[in-house]
């Protein structure tokens, strides 16, 4: 158990608060902490706080616990606790904004999440389409998880859904100057997963 | 010419202290039309209203000036004192010496030079001031209470054990309303059928009261003592003068339709009653679904009546009659959960019931004879969860209210339900526990005690894997997230406003807040009147509450129709807006500002030009309209004036006030 | 004859292959066209809004451009529901206002109107046109399949960008195959998470999920799960091989559930083969097996059932007549002149 | 020959504090009653209702010598007639802006809510006004007669 | 535009020839070069007369009112008559049945000196008719090339003084000649404030602060129903900057209640200040 001191909440916590309820387009005073999210969380095995907490940190104005937490990393998006808040708040969305802050603060609580999330754009601006195949095989690769889902790969190829070729489309340098343009001018484009994809 | 008469009170030393008094009655007498200027030491003593008085007559006054304490304090004084002489009543101003003046300045020379100007101002608008005539509304005296559950009882009998007659209506066929489907109530837990039905029985029996069941108000005109109600009751197809309320009747009944008042967990027959103690005592035919009215067959029922009550070609009676005033009483239904709450199965699961329900269910005349039994397959749930706040607190999905009661009778139905099946776990999921009321939180506490779980957090899913509903929630204060397995779900559903009050309160003038709640007319200090006179509110019309506020609310009301019923006559207030049809152009901006509707457009000839013509005018409704002047600023056309605070008098104050 | 767009997502030729098999068959049968959108690219799905909002936009929004460009006045069909929740979002955003619609225009450098509808296949199927074609060229009803549909997240949520069928009991997959003839179960995990996108990165937590779906259909008495995404399929039914593994070893016993695409059951209504429909090609071996066993038993019911219509209708036939002849025997009474007096 | 006169011959300024009868005029009885003190420069009329509050009332006072106009009525919720101070609360709204518009100095025309209670709030208000105005000096409205084609610099 | 001239005189005189309308409101050539003059007739024959021409520069909308008392009244209307009428008809003044309004899009209308165009159309952000029963050629779409409260801000961006000099300055020039009054569709008091003499609203004077409350006092009563035609500034003989007032009256509304743009359709909400919220903004606490 931990103490939190509420008496000064630093300006930079603030304003940091304030951009992700900007961006997720919620105010965060609107929660009454009723736990309806939460209790209807798929993914709160793999959660450090209840995205109940999440919020309630955000209210307290406590920025660093939220970006240091790995729910909004291990939240599948799935929607199905702003589908169900009685108080309106995007849940979803603010699980979202939160990523994205600890990310631009350099913050990458789960790992592989983060891994994967940067394999699968590079995947796809280097071959416009995703290809499942190479993705696993490059995720295994960085996250260090060697053997995740090996076991299924021979099935998939025996039963040709997966081959060594590569699904490209024509315009994949349109799809990756796209990719490359949008992330630049973006707050993200200091993290843009460029570089090379060998296949 | 106008004959002004100036009064100018010393109030012992409360004005004279600040105020040069003679000094001030010394001016007043050069101001233009005062024909007299007197002081007095106390004006509102006998002798000094004696003075007044004689003034008056001696030199023949015909409007008065009274320099004095406030108007709020003894202009009501005045008036009365000018009754008895030849000036009207309302040829009066007060100017404020006292309270606005000499208590609160100190220098003598400035409180003079003010209290000059006090009476300068008021002679200017005294003197354009007309005399107004109050008219006198006759009041009848009878009441109508609309509505038949404990607010509406209790306030008819209050009402008629004053010696007033009493005409209540309820859109059921029996009083009772939703107290009499209760079980206990809390917090003292007795019985709700045994203080209930007493109070039917004797609002049945009462000699001053007429109960018109199975009935609705269709519509309403007039205003307040005069009141004229159009009454529709439904066709009951039995003569209640001949009907013994014997029941063979109901017995030989082949039709079997859902019986609401179980909340649909049993079935009735076509004609009914609608449970065992109702009032009237006597049953009805439900024309929707008998054989003999839709497809002329059967009559079963009227082969077995001893007495021939039974009458296939019943109509609906409407009958208009008039009331001195009307009580409000229209209670409550609860919000329509199934389309609302998907996640919690939408209805599919017949397991998942409302409080409602579960009153019905451990209710010994209920449907199980006050054993708890699920409504699938009628075994004992074990493990039952009470959700809380469902509808309520939920502006996404239900309403934004806490809809107050619920949860001390969710702690209650977990008390009935621990103490009916002892080897039985019972879960409360809740936001908050809210037990203001006394004996409420030990109520409460007691129900912990009993071993009911707590849970403070909302449930986001029931759903069924075998024949159990699994409840998925958070405890939000150890954050693990919770599943129960359960027998039994009961959702403490939110209270939302009887369907049809929207257009009752239209009809009679009385506001709606935004959740259609009846609106009272000061959330404080006029608690169950409402804007129009004579039309007063009880119980949960006016807001969610529990059964001791609106019995209580219950009799403030009939207080107040019974104080309104004891006059004779209704002074009417002289000092309302009034239209100069001439300058009206009847475009209707008036009407739309007056919270009274007491202006409606008319059609209205006139000769213009030698002319006849027929022209739209607005006209005031002079017991309607309660003289606040919205309207006359409304009227650019300055065709809409307010009596007593005319145009006229107020731009002649203010050039009075601006020559100081 | 119906003509959409057709974005098949990244895979539709590979894990999706059945998908797009079955699917291509069941339109072929019932008239309905679908053209590839050329050069369309990956829709991004919850990776891209990840990483960035505007990519989340970006990606779509070109292949939407691509099939405005093809067509704008036909709808875009997406059989993924995750290809299907991005495209729809990036629409409705584009449609928000002026200001959404320059952006992307910026931001894709290409001409864009946010005008074309985007559908899934449920959607598509659930049309008056589709159903009516359906219903005639059904040969082989599913009457012995007990079928859970399973929706998942996509199709239904964001609630107020999908706007497709209710979040929490939809119902359009369970009209298309009670059309063809199977039986669908009600079940209460048709839109809950089944974490197909979170397995890679944490794969315990999103395990259970998986196990919870198959807990709910079996207790609910389905003999097979339906979906409507190649995501949520693989996911399904390829990792249930290794919860059954980790059910034995806590000696809990093994789900046997086979998991089909709903135009898959289509198709076999529809009258193809195992191979055809892509069946074959299952990560549950026992699938093309299962199919097999239930169209057998379900010509059986079918069977069955016309016996016990024919009898039917002979008693019913029988007690008109019966009824008929009483009838005249009254009616002779009547006319018969001791009885002609009334 | 009734000015007030604190310091005689010097300029006071007059204002006019229109106030309901319900809650403003009932406000500065207890003002009375608590004997508080408040300068002698505003005069009360009486109105039932701000919602009765014509704007040209303020007009004429301007025009014929106030230096100030104060407009007092009950909170927004608590109007004895219900809705007569949201419809006031409106029109003020929109007049103040007008006057403001034309050049008059936002301090000489004012709108405030005073309970029946605030005794406190309506002598605090009321000395406050006094001496804004009094800080702005008299009111100077142009009286010249209008010749045709004149132009005032 | 000569079509529409065309089309107008032969579609007036078959209103009259066979009775359907009582007289027809248009316009007719004046006395000089480019100035048209209103045209009201009951005879087929003047239909004649009839022209439109860019120099039409009066707003016809309020002449149904003093006809419309002997039968139906046909009128040629572009965007500021059918708002006018629109005015007409929401204040009870006439009655729909009692009009026909026959539409033509405008282009906008231009100085007969300068052959500028008019200020009023510049500014004007309606010049086809929102209400018709018939419709002659086509509309024609004319954006505003005026900023609608451009002149407000401008106005309200100046200090206090320089303000109240500015509308002393415009107001001493005023010779309460009430010709905007009189122009204004708004403007149908059965009786006039200026002349109510009991209450005496204002004097009868005419000196400069007079004049200004008279001005002030006129917007109160029309501002928040004022259909933004310009006619009282395009009548005002002395140019007084009548708009700048109505305008501000409006733009304040447009700030504090919401957007709002009155009489552009017959089912209108009733003015922003016959109603409230009760959540309204709060100023006065």
């Given at each position: ?17 304030a ?12 929660c ?37 937490s ?14 169900r808040?009685p ?51 490059k995720?295994n ?6 053997m ?34 949008v ?17 | 010419?106008?004959?002004?008469g ?49 003034a ?7 409007r ?33 010496l ?13 409180g ?20 107004l ?12 209470v ?70 609705e ?8 003592g ?19 309320g ?27 009653k609608?449970?065992a ?13 008998c054989r ?39 209670g ?64 996404h ?20 339900f ?39 957090g ?5 759903y ?13 204060l ?27 309160g239209?009809?009679?003038?009385v ?14 200090l ?7 006179a ?17 019995v ?38 008036c ?12 059609q ?8 006849k ?7 005031v ?6 003289g ?31 020559q100081? | ?9 990244c895979?539709?030729?590979s894990?999706?292959?059945?998908y797009?098999?079955s ?11 679908l ?19 505007d ?16 067509d ?8 993924c ?31 864009y109107?946010a ?38 997240c ?9 706007k ?18 199977a ?17 890679m ?17 079996e ?11 190649p995501?949520?399929?693989m ?34 209504a ?10 074959d090609v ?10 097999d ?34 009838k ?15 | 020959m ?57 007009l004429?006072?301007?025009n ?16 004895h ?16 802006r ?35 105005v009094?800080a ?18 | ?41 009951s005879?087929?024959?003047k ?37 006018a ?12 049945e ?21 200020k ?13 029963d ?9 954006p ?28 001493s ?9 009189n ?18 609203w204002?004097?009868k ?20 129903r004022?259909?933004?035609?310009g ?9 007084l ?34 109603t ?10």
């Amino acid at each position: 158990m931990k103490i939190v001191d509420l008496t000064v909440i630093p300006a930079d916590d603030r304003t940091a608060v304030a951009a992700i309820a900007a961006e997720a387009q919620v105010n965060f005073k609107d929660c009454y902490q009723c736990g309806k999210c939460s209790a209807g969380c798929p993914m709160v095995q793999g959660m450090d706080l209840m995205p109940r907490e999440v919020i309630r940190y955000l209210q307290l104005g406590k920025v660093q616990e939220v970006l240091n937490s790995k729910t909004p990393w291990v939240c599948a998006q799935c929607g199905v606790c702003t589908a169900r808040c009685p108080q309106n708040v995007d849940i979803c969305a603010t699980m979202r904004a939160v990523r994205h802050a600890a990310k631009d603060a350099g913050i990458t609580p789960v790992r592989e999440a983060d891994v994967f999330e940067d394999e699968f754009i590079k995947n796809v601006r280097a071959h416009g389409r995703s290809n499942e195949q190479y993705l696993a095989m490059k995720y295994n690769l960085r996250s260090g998880h060697l053997m995740q889902d090996v076991d299924s790969a021979p099935a998939m190829f025996a039963r040709g859904m997966i081959g060594i070729a590569t699904h490209n489309i024509d315009s994949r340098d349109e799809v990756s100057a796209l990719i490359d343009r949008v992330l630049q001018n973006n707050g993200a484009a200091k993290e843009a997963p460029k570089g090379g994809d060998a296949s | 010419m106008s004959r002004i008469g100036v009064f100018i009170c010393y109030c012992g030393s409360n004005i004279a202290g600040t105020v040069d008094v003679e000094k001030v009655a010394e001016v007043a007498r050069t101001l233009p039309n005062v024909v007299h200027a007197e002081t007095n030491k106390y004006t509102c003593s006998d002798p000094g209203q004696a003075g007044v008085k004689a003034a008056i007559e001696k030199y023949n006054i015909d409007r008065v000036v009274m320099g004095t304490c406030s108007p709020r304090m003894h202009e009501l004084t005045w008036r009365k004192l000018l009754a008895d002489t030849p000036v009207n009543p309302y040829m009066l101003e007060v100017a404020n010496l006292r309270e606005q003046c000499s208590w609160v300045h100190k220098d003598k020379e400035v409180g003079t030079a003010k209290a000059i100007d006090l009476i300068k101002m008021a002679v200017a608008k005294v003197d354009k001031l007309s005399p107004l005539k109050s008219t006198q509304i006759p009041v009848t005296k009878r009441a109508l209470v609309v509505g038949g559950g404990i607010a509406g009882m209790q306030a008819a009998l209050d009402i008629a054990d004053a010696g007033y007659q009493v005409t209540v209506v309820e859109r059921e066929t029996s009083l009772g309303g939703k107290m009499v489907m209760l079980d206990k109530t809390f917090p003292t837990m007795d019985c709700s059928a045994c203080i209930c039905t007493p109070k039917m029985s004797e609002v049945g029996s009462h000699p001053n009261i007429t109960v018109k069941s199975y009935a609705e108000v269709e519509s309403v005109e007039g205003y307040v003592g005069n009141f004229d109600v159009t009454i529709r009751e439904k066709a009951k197809y039995i003569d209640y003068n001949l009907c013994t309320g014997c029941g063979a009747c109901t017995t030989k009944c082949p039709t079997k339709v859902i019986n609401n008042f179980e909340q649909g967990m049993s079935a009735r027959p076509a004609i009914y009653k609608m449970f065992a103690q109702a009032v009237p005592a006597k049953p009805v035919i439900d024309a929707e679904h008998c054989r003999k009215i839709q497809e002329n067959k059967c009559g079963a029922c009227a082969k077995i009546c001893p007495t021939g009550a039974i009458h296939y070609d019943d109509e609906d009676k409407v009958t208009t009659e008039r009331y001195g005033a009307i009580v409000l009483t229209t209670g409550y239904q609860l919000i329509d959960w199934k389309p609302l709450y998907p996640e919690y199965g939408g209805g599919k699961y017949p397991d998942v019931i409302t409080g409602l329900q579960f009153e019905r269910l451990v209710n010994a005349s209920g449907p199980t004879e006050g054993h708890i039994l699920r409504p699938s397959d009628g075994k004992e749930p074990k493990n039952v969860v009470i959700i809380k706040c469902v509808g309520s607190r939920d502006p996404h999905k239900g309403v934004a209210y806490c809809s107050r009661a619920c949860c001390m009778y969710g702690a209650k139905h977990a008390h009935q339900f621990l103490d009916k099946v002892p080897d039985g776990r019972c879960f409360v999921f809740y936001m908050d526990v809210r037990t203001p009321g006394k004996g409420y939180d030990e109520f409460y506490m007691n129900t912990l005690q009993d071993g009911a779980q707590y849970l403070r957090g909302r449930v986001s899913k029931i759903y069924k894997e075998g024949d159990r509903l699994v409840c998925l929630g958070e405890d939000t204060l150890t954050s693990a997230q919770i599943r129960i397995e359960a027998d039994m779900v009961v959702l403490e559903t939110a209270m939302v406003p009887a369907e049809g009050v929207d257009k009752l309160g239209s009809m009679l003038g009385v506001t709606r807040d935004k959740d259609l709640w009846l609106t009272e007319a000061h959330a404080k200090l006029r608690p169950v009147e409402t804007n129009t006179a004579g039309v007063f509110l009880a119980g949960v019309a006016q807001g969610p509450k529990d059964i001791p506020d609106t019995v209580c609310q219950a009799g403030a009301a009939a207080s107040k129709v019974i104080g309104l019923l004891n006059h004779d006559h209704l002074e009417s207030n002289p000092q309302i807006s009034r239209v100069n049809e001439a300058l009206c152009q009847g475009d209707g901006a008036c009407v739309n500002i007056c919270p009274y509707h007491a202006i409606t457009l008319v059609q209205k000839q006139f000769r213009e030009n030698s002319q006849k013509i027929t022209r739209t005018v607005a006209s005031v409704n002079p017991g309607l309209c309660q003289g606040c002047g919205a309207c006359t600023v409304t009227c650019r056309a300055g065709a809409m004036d307010l009596l007593g605070y005319t145009n006229e008098s107020l731009m002649r104050e203010v050039d009075a006030l601006c020559q100081w | 004859m119906t003509t959409y767009s057709y974005f098949p997502g990244c895979s539709a030729n590979s894990t999706g292959i059945s998908y797009t098999k079955s699917a291509d068959f069941v339109c072929k049968k019932i008239g309905i066209e679908l053209e590839e959108i050329p050069e369309w690219c990956c829709c991004g799905t919850s990776a891209a809004k990840l990483t960035s909002y505007d990519l989340g936009y970006a990606l779509p929004s070109r292949s939407l451009a691509l099939a405005e460009k093809l067509d704008a006045s036909r709808p875009i069909v997406a059989p993924c529901a995750g290809c299907y929740a991005a495209l729809k979002d990036a629409l409705v955003y584009a449609q928000a206002s002026k200001e959404n619609l320059e952006h992307v225009r910026d931001m894709i450098n290409m001409p864009y109107e946010a005008s074309v509808q985007v559908m899934n296949l449920l959607e598509v199927f659930s049309t008056q046109e589709a159903k009516d074609a359906l219903q005639q060229q059904i040969t082989k009803p599913l009457s012995a399949f007990k079928v859970a549909c399973y929706y998942g997240c996509a199709l239904v949520r964001p609630v107020e960008v999908c706007k497709f069928d209710d979040p929490e009991d939809p119902q359009s997959m369970d009209t298309i195959m009670r059309l063809a003839g199977a039986e669908p179960i009600d079940w209460s995990f048709k839109t809950e998470c089944c974490g197909a996108a979170q397995q890679m990165a944490v794969p315990k937590p999103s395990r259970v999920l998986i196990e919870r779906i198959f807990q709910n259909a079996e207790a609910n008495g389905a003999n097979a799960i339906v979906t409507a995404c190649p995501l949520c399929w693989m996911n399904l039914d390829m990792r249930v091989k290794a919860i059954n593994k980790e059910r034995a070893e806590a000696g809990k016993p093994a789900f046997d559930l086979p998991v089909f695409f709903f135009t898959e059951l289509l198709g076999v209504a529809l009258g193809g083969d195992a191979k055809t429909l892509g069946i074959d090609v299952h990560f549950q071996p026992g699938a093309p097996a299962f199919i097999d066993q239930k169209v057998k038993e379900s010509a059986q019911i079918e069977e069955e059932r016309k016996l016990a219509a024919a009898e039917e209708a002979r008693k019913l036939e029988e007690r008109a007549a019966k009824l008929a002849a009483k009838k005249q025997a009254k009616a002779e009474d009547v006319h018969s002149p001791q009885g002609g007096e009334q | 020959m009734s000015m007030v006169e604190t310091t005689p011959g010097a300029w006071e300024p007059k204002i006019v504090a229109f106030c309901c009868h319900w809650c403003t005029y009932t406000g500065a009885d207890l003002a009375g009653l608590n004997r508080m003190n408040y300068p002698a420069n505003v005069r009360v009329l009486r109105i039932p209702c701000s919602g009765r509050m014509n704007p040209q009332y303020a007009l004429d006072a301007l025009n014929k010598g106030c230096d100030g106009v104060l407009v007092c009525g009950c909170h927004p919720g608590d109007c004895h007639y219900s809705t007569g101070n949201y419809f006031a609360r409106r029109r003020m709204l929109v007049f103040k802006r007008l006057l403001e518009y034309q050049g008059l100095e936002p301090e000489r025309f004012q709108v405030r809510w005073i309970s029946g209670a605030e005794a406190g709030k309506f002598r605090d208000t009321v000395t406050e006004v006094v001496e804004q105005v009094r800080a702005l000096g008299p009111l100077h409205l142009n009286h010249e007669l209008v010749l045709s084609g004149m132009e005032v610099e | 535009m000569s079509d529409i001239q065309e089309a107008m005189r032969s579609r007036a005189k078959e209103l009259l020839e066979s009775g359907e309308v009582n007289a027809v409101i248009g316009w007719e050539a004046g006395r000089f070069e480019n100035q048209t003059t209103p045209l009201i007739t009951s005879q087929a024959a003047k239909t004649q007369r009839l022209v439109f021409n860019e120099y039409c520069v009066n707003n016809l909308g309020k002449y149904p009112r003093d006809l419309t008392a002997k039968g139906k009244v046909a009128i040629f209307a572009r965007g500021c008559e059918s708002r006018a009428i629109i005015r007409l008809l929401s204040d009870e003044v006439i009655k729909r049945e009692n009009v026909y309004i026959i539409g033509i899009g405008c282009p906008g209308m231009r100085d007969r000196t300068t052959g500028e165009l008019l200020k009023k159309c510049a500014e004007c952000r309606h010049g086809d008719p929102v209400i018709y029963d018939e419709m002659l050629g086509e509309p024609q779409a004319k954006p505003a090339t005026q900023e609608r409260f451009a002149e407000i801000q401008k106005i309200e961006a100046l200090p206090r003084a320089e303000r109240e000099a500015y509308f002393t300055n415009a107001f001493s020039k005023c010779i309460r000649c009430y010709a905007c009054r009189n122009v204004c569709p708004c403007c149908t008091c059965r009786q006039c404030f200026v002349d109510q003499r009991r209450e005496g609203w204002l004097g009868k004077q005419n000196n400069i602060a007079e004049n200004r409350f008279y001005g002030l006092t006129r917007v109160m009563h029309v501002g928040d129903r004022c259909i933004e035609c310009g006619e009282c500034e395009r009548v005002c003989p002395m140019d007084l900057p009548l708009m700048s007032l109505n305008r501000k009256v409006i733009y304040d509304i447009n700030n504090l209640f919401g957007e709002y743009e009155t009489a552009l359709s017959l089912d209108e909400p009733p003015s922003a200040l016959t109603t409230y919220k009760v959540d309204d903004v709060e100023e006065f606490m």
